[in-house]
């Protein structure tokens, strides 16, 4: 049984910076393609971040050069450094497994099979 556990998050102001981790339980850490969604109140669900098998990364434009995704395969544990928050980054987010790199897109969210239950981000301005 594949189980995506998400910790952290919060609230913070503005500029400021936070952390959500997303452990990985009944899967060959290795072999999977990881990723982070989030999602506001009335808005679709939004690719925030991906890392390949091979360790490649690739994010969404609106978060180049604040946000890092990286992972402790020690720890089975996948991570979303934010820094410099803004306030439209205030979303549920998600972690999410694939097998693979959805064909369609990195973040095709119907390309990946496993997901968290989600921890809440708001930023104040």
């Known amino acids: 049984q594949v189980q995506l556990v998400e910790s952290g998050g919060g609230s913070v102001q503005a500029g400021g910076s936070l952390s959500v981790s997303c452990a990985v339980f009944?899967?060959?850490?290795?072999?999977?393609?990881m990723g982070w969604f989030r999602q506001a109140p009335g808005k679709e669900r939004e690719g925030v971040a991906a890392l390949g098998i091979d360790g490649s990364t690739t994010y969404v434009d609106s978060v180049k050069g604040r946000f890092t995704i990286s992972r402790d395969n020690a720890k089975n544990t996948l991570y979303l450094q934010m820094n410099s928050l803004k306030p439209e980054d205030t979303a549920m987010y998600y972690c999410?497994?694939?097998?693979?790199?959805?064909?369609?897109?990195?973040?095709?969210?119907?390309?990946?099979?496993?997901w968290g239950q989600g921890t809440q981000v708001t930023v104040s301005s």
């Open positions: 999410a497994s694939a097998r693979f790199r959805p064909m369609r897109s990195w973040d095709f969210a119907g390309g990946y099979n496993y």
């Open positions: 009944g899967y060959t850490w290795s072999t999977i393609y």
